[in-house]
DNA sequence: TGAAAGTTAACGAAAAGTGTTTAAGTCCCG
DNA sequence: CGGGACTTAAACACTTTTCGTTAACTTTCA
């Protein structure tokens, strides 16, 4: 039974980013160079990113795939796309047209750019009509 | 710019088993033994136990642990729960009782099932009375 | 009880991650 | 411009993880 992602010094770190602190002053603090207090808490953003990526593959798993939006789409067509899929399969999507962008750009800032969609998105759903974004 | 915590490998066996399949048959999808199965699926479940407590990290760093909710509470007592453990140390909850339950539904929507908590939720506080739950 | 499902332990090879240093680089502000 | 804060890349020693094998063990249940 080990302790999450982190490693000890990446926790360190990030408690003294938390508090204000330079990465300059963190490193005479633990006593090493700041371009390594940068690498170190770089890995820890890493580990972050990996740990939240990690749970939405969890919850894709009981997700079913509803549809894909093809590269190119226009932004604002999306809702009306998934809505219409949702409905097909009898589950009602539990957000509403500005929501649902707004979530979509939170998820997959990447793949939107201005107002269209610049990647093929795999769209899941799950029962309770929450969606997921791949 | 990698992906999850999870291997290919593991992501797999995951998959298959979510589709009701049994190590054997895995394995023999995947021509491995079921041995191998086996401890793969254990690692995938070990990460995902890691990815969790990565983001409980993350929570802890600027907020401090008020209470656990012990799963079978029913949703509508959680709010005098926590507004009693948050008078306790002397924090507002910047929430009502309504907005409060929609915040713990959107957040961990798998872990409600109609009116009851199904899994334990940890519940951390700002000194700002913001909520998160683990 | 017997068979199928699942778990565990020990071990090895290959792959991936970590902390470090050094040296060069960008970015922003006064 | 100069300096402070931060980022990046390459290389290194080191540790951990992963996938795999084999063989024995426990659990479940018809």
């Known amino acids: 039974m080990k302790d999450g992602l982190l490693t000890e010094r990446q926790m360190e770190v990030l408690r003294y980013r938390k508090q204000g602190l330079t990465q300059q002053q963190i490193a005479d603090i633990i006593s090493t160079s ?64 500005i929501s649902l962008i707004n979530r979509l750009r939170e998820s997959r800032s990447e793949a939107c750019k201005a107002r269209v969609v610049c990647e093929d998105i795999i769209v899941y759903i799950t029962d309770q009509g929450e969606l997921y974004f791949g």
């Open 34 to 97: 700041k371009a390594n207090v940068c690498t170190i808490e770089k890995s820890a953003m890493e580990n972050i990113r990996r740990a939240k990526e990690t749970l939405e593959f969890l919850y894709t798993l009981d997700a079913t795939h509803l549809c894909t939006i093809p590269s190119g789409t226009d932004l604002f067509n999306v809702p009306a796309i998934i809505f219409g899929e949702a409905e097909k399969i009898n589950i009602k999507v539990k957000y509403d047209t």
